[in-house]
């Protein structure tokens, strides 16, 4: 779809600088020497604001030589009051003008202009005042000179297209050579603009997959006017015959960005969403490509002809992951949720994942030291985040790895944060707690482009449960304790499956559900009967009704039969979260305790966390 703009041409400056050397010595070349025009039309009358640096004195008494190539033409009354010249410590002024005259004298500095075959602007300097090395010397010719008289008369360009010098040269008193530089303007035919452009669109979100177990996200995208946008499952479907809008909170007003919340979804499902808009004149078609259908012209609600266009909808699309663990979208290098065919047990997180939509979410009001405010201004710029952790513990927000503040979770476990003003770019944020034990949860991770001046709300995020074993080690037939802290009154899952390097099973995978306590604490007994010895993984999930599930936590590793398991508790090869991995989930780990003694992120024992430690993360790294 086209839209009108005002037609104009190009008017303002073309200029390259190039200074060449007299000598070889670069003490004889004036400094940033430029002329910047206010046309390059050719044969056209333009103003001409010629800047330089001097490197070294111009003595009083002195001259400044303007020498225009002889394609220019200047007006036969072309005088002094065409001219301004000034004085500065800085290429951005302020200038101080001087007096000029038609010659000089202990007051005026002289200007003399040779408009015949020649091409020449001389300023000799006045007997008093000289232009001192490093001062920036700026020189107006045309209309533009405006101390004392106001210039009536311009320079007119060359009258073919070309490029042209122009030389300027400073003398002393006796007209000895002091430094030059050569500036080249280009003269150019005017550039006239469409009178249409494109109506774009841009930004579709999401992309790519998203997590196993997703089953709501926001579908989003921005138009480059104001519009109303609808959307349909089916391409070629008209804007009149679509059925579903985005969300807006006026039924008549038109906007930039447009979302809607949509769910039902199914894990292995392929998702496509078909785009057309309207604008304020009632045109709709609407996609980021067009092609001329028809010379017929479309009278739009305003009474103004356009011309009909064929258009491809514009679309989002995306799957849901049909199982655990596997690879999502714009990934950010935290993995999946599952184990692999590498063989390296179950990761969480990852993905550019997806916030879940609705509401949720607790406060502790205005920013109080090191806690994120919430709620947000209405409309205010910035990220929401809102969600649930464990009873009274603090929610650490990660901005692409670094920690920007903390939100402290209420009775409920939930809690909110803000994050104010952002500027336009891809961010990656995450949120990580430890419970009452100093147990970690997985970091939680998404990955999402922001448009300077809104408001993004992710909402719903429900933070992995920590997870522990009363025992290890335990034989056949033995029940192994989970258990762990959480949201209050949620589900638990835990699931038991053997640690191998080919695929799991659904039928190798032992599962048990339970609900956790007032408090969030939650407890569970997996049976062992007809399991086979051998080393196993632990991890369990959380799902809140009509919220949504969480990541998988971290894995914990048990052993049924003889094989014993070592206690560790120093996350050997840098798996800081111990998910099979290590990636920017261990990475952000890391920062966190940073000059700590931490004994997990301390790879190498010494005591601190450093740089050293860094160095065998990257050894271990897997992305």
């Not at 519009?227 to 070629?236: F, K, L, V």
Request: one cysteine or more.
């Amino acid at each position: 779809m086209l839209i009108g703009i005002v037609k104009t041409s190009l008017i303002l400056l073309f200029f390259i600088i190039i200074n060449f050397f007299l000598f070889a010595d670069s003490s004889n070349a004036l400094y940033l020497a430029s002329d910047r025009i206010s046309s390059s039309w050719p044969g056209t009358a333009s103003n001409h604001t010629i800047q330089f640096r001097t490197t070294e004195d111009i003595p009083a008494s002195g001259k400044i030589v303007i020498d225009f190539a002889a394609d220019f033409n200047f007006p036969s009354d072309f005088d002094y009051s065409d001219v301004d010249f000034s004085i500065s410590d800085f290429s951005s002024g302020p200038f101080i003008d001087r007096a000029l005259a038609s010659s000089s004298s202990a007051l005026f500095d002289g200007i003399s202009i040779a408009t015949a075959t020649a091409k020449i602007i001389t300023m000799n300097l006045n007997s008093a005042d000289s232009v001192v090395a490093g001062k920036y010397v700026k020189i107006e010719l045309g209309a533009n000179a405006e101390h004392g008289e106001s210039g009536q008369e311009q320079i007119i360009n060359p009258a073919a297209l070309d490029s042209y010098r122009i030389t300027v040269r400073t003398y002393d008193s006796i007209d000895a050579y002091i430094e030059r530089a050569q500036i080249m303007v280009v003269t150019a035919d005017p550039v006239n603009f469409s009178a249409l452009s494109r109506k774009r669109y841009l930004g579709a979100s999401p992309i790519g997959w998203l997590n196993f177990g997703t089953t709501q996200t926001i579908i989003s995208l921005q138009s480059n006017y104001p519009a109303r946008c609808r959307y349909a499952t089916a391409s070629g479907t008209s804007y009149a015959a679509m059925a579903e809008d985005f969300s807006y909170a006026s039924s008549t007003a038109y906007y930039i960005n447009h979302t809607k919340i949509i769910d039902g979804f199914v894990n292995g499902g392929n998702y496509e969403y078909y785009v057309r808009c309207t604008d304020s004149d009632g045109v709709f078609n609407d996609t980021h490509e067009c092609v001329y259908a028809s010379t017929t012209p479309y009278i739009t609600a305003s009474g103004t002809p356009i011309l009909n266009l064929d258009c491809v909808d514009y679309y989002i699309t995306f799957s849901i992951n049909a199982a655990e663990g596997e690879g999502g979208g714009e990934d950010d290098g935290t993995g999946g949720d599952d184990p692999d065919a590498d063989g390296d047990g179950t990761s969480s997180g990852g993905g550019s994942g997806s916030g879940f939509g609705g509401g949720g979410g607790g406060g502790i009001g205005d920013d109080a030291g090191n806690y994120l405010p919430y709620p947000p201004p209405p409309g205010a710029p910035g990220v929401v985040f809102t969600g649930w952790a464990y009873s009274g513990t603090e929610v650490v927000v990660l901005k692409d790895g670094i920690e920007v503040g903390r939100s402290l979770a209420g009775t409920q476990a939930d809690f909110g944060a803000y994050l104010e003003v952002l500027n336009r770019g891809i961010y990656t944020f995450g949120l990580w707690a430890a419970d009452t034990m100093a147990r970690r949860s997985n970091t939680f991770s998404t990955t999402f482009f922001m448009e300077a001046g809104t408001q993004t709300t992710i909402s719903d995020i429900i933070l992995s449960p920590t997870i522990s074993l009363t025992k290890s080690n335990v034989t056949a037939g033995q029940v192994i304790e989970a258990f762990g802290q959480t949201v209050p009154g949620s589900t638990v899952e835990v699931w038991l499956y053997p640690e191998k390097s080919n695929d799991i099973l659904d039928s190798e995978i032992t599962k048990k559900n339970g609900l956790a306590s007032a408090s969030g604490e939650w407890s569970l007994f997996l049976n062992t009967d007809n399991l086979i010895d051998g080393p196993y993984l632990v991890k369990a999930r959380t799902t809140i009704v009509d919220a949504g599930t969480s990541d998988f936590s971290v894995i914990v590793k048990a052993n049924i039969g003889a094989a014993q398991i070592e206690p560790s508790g120093i996350c050997e090869g840098a798996d800081l979260n111990h998910d099979g991995k290590v990636n920017l989930t261990d990475f952000s780990i890391l920062l966190y305790h940073w000059g700590t003694d931490d004994e997990c992120a301390d790879q190498n024992h010494d005591g601190t966390v450093n740089l050293t430690d860094f160095s065998i993360m990257l050894f271990y790294w897997t992305g």
